[in-house]
């Protein structure tokens, strides 16, 4: 019977567990966590069939290895299995960096053991083994990465496990992910957190905490997240998120420089650009990193044409408001003179 071997057992750790065993009920999975209470709760969610004592004994015998444990836990993780990996065995991550665990596996794992970098694209802002679910991934992206001596049947195998997870596998190389997930998944994380934290830290927040709706929750969702993941994620991957929290504070003093203006077309564009691009990503999904130039220019003259046809009628709908208004006024004012 093959064996998977599971290190780290929370969230994404306990979700893949659970679809291995709801996809594949024979295959034997062994568990690791930092602590025993949370092997022992996977246990009892039949998550994992083998409690092991160790890291080490987790992977003996194992075929497929998969190391769910924080970044920066991962290169001791590598030492630690590194002389009990079986011949042959591959060896992957779900970290939400790559370029640092790349280096780490390729400095310390054995040459008869195949590493693939994986990262997938799904969770939720609960931690944790009871926030496990088997459907977290369920037509998510999960990001292969593949060093360029990879083995082919490694690579093969990783494939594997992101779709019998439900993923939709996609390929990059290590600085390509790196950079793409800092400015959509790292400056997101950031900027709820800088959000909350700003809010929070008026002395008027017992009143405004009383206001806060369903906007403020989502905007700042992610800031109830991990504290441990979003350190181990800045410093791994610092770089390229200072790259985008300075494109954001560029764009931020920009919205700012607008509504300062007071010039109504403007701030409608503004926004009015915002919404039709946002709405027709979710309508759309993304565009296709094969489609021509022509057809991104196409694309770009609808969404322009759209814009503008919106703009016009929005200025439209604002002049006859004030026209309106003042007609009001002045009609209150004729019947209020003597």
């Known amino acids: 019977m093959p064996r998977i071997a599971i290190i780290g057992l929370g969230l994404i750790g306990g979700s893949i567990a659970l679809a291995l065993k709801r996809a594949q009920p024979e295959v034997e999975v062994a568990g690791f966590a930092r602590t025993r209470e949370t092997v022992q709760k996977a246990r009892r969610l039949k998550a994992i ?89 369920q037509d998510r992206p999960w990001v292969i990465v593949p060093s360029v001596d990879a083995d082919e049947a490694a690579v093969n195998t990783v494939l594997g496990l992101a779709q019998v997870c439900g993923a939709r596998p996609m390929f990059m190389d290590a600085e390509e992910h790196d950079s793409y997930v800092a400015a959509i998944s790292h400056l997101p994380l950031v900027v709820a957190s800088a959000l909350f934290s700003v809010v929070f830290g ?42 985008w929290i300075d494109r954001f504070a560029q764009e931020l003093q920009r919205f700012r420089d607008v509504i ?45 044409l759209l814009i503008g046809s919106k703009l016009a009628s929005a200025l439209q709908k604002q002049e006859q408001i004030i026209r309106d208004a003042e007609a009001r006024a002045e009609g209150k004012d004729r019947k209020g003179r003597p």
Do not use: C
């Open 49 to 137: 069939d083998v409690a092991a004592d160790s890291a080490a004994d987790a992977v003996r015998g194992a075929s497929l290895v998969v190391i769910a444990s924080p970044i920066l836990a991962k290169r001791a993780v590598f030492a630690e299995i590194a002389d009990a990996l079986e011949p042959g065995a591959v060896v992957t991550d779900v970290g939400s960096t790559k370029s640092r665990v790349m280096r780490w596996a390729k400095e310390i794992l054995p040459a008869h053991a195949h590493f693939v970098g994986g990262h997938p694209m799904a969770g939720k802002e609960q931690a944790g083994i009871d926030a496990a679910d088997a459907d977290l991934f």
């Open 202 to 243: 008026s002395t008027a927040w017992p009143e405004l905490a009383q206001l806060a709706s369903s906007g403020f929750r989502d905007t700042t969702r992610l800031a109830s997240g991990s504290p441990e993941m979003a350190h181990d994620i800045v410093r791994t991957n610092r770089d390229n998120v200072l790259h």
């Open 260 to 304: 300062a203006s007071e010039e109504g077309e403007q701030i409608l564009e503004a926004f009015l650009r915002a919404q039709v691009e946002r709405d027709n990503y979710i309508e759309s999904g993304p565009p296709r990193r094969e489609a021509s130039e022509q057809e991104f220019e196409r694309v770009n003259f609808l969404a322009n």
